[in-house]
């Protein structure tokens, strides 16, 4: 059995190939997405997770407080945040 694999940064499942991020030889990086994660390194490497917080916040397009809580939820045990 396959568990889904999220992004370690974002979240965000990644589901297709072109979901993954990449090394800076090109090669597929397992663990962030394409947002995240490019050419080796991470693509905005002084974001915090509050940023983190907000910016998936409102891609969940849910109202303020409930959207927060549960988008911190989802960050806080991945491997970018520990
Ligand atoms: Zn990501």
Known sequence: MVSTT?????????????DHGAEADGTRNEEFCAHCYQGGSYTDPNLTLDQMVEIVA?????????????????????????
């Open 6 to 18: 999220v992004c370690q940064s974002c979240a965000m499942p990644l589901a297709k190939s072109a």
């Open 58 to 82: 409102r891609f969940m397009q849910k109202s303020g407080d409930e959207a927060t809580r549960a988008a911190r939820e989802g960050l806080v045990d991945l491997k970018r945040w520990r």
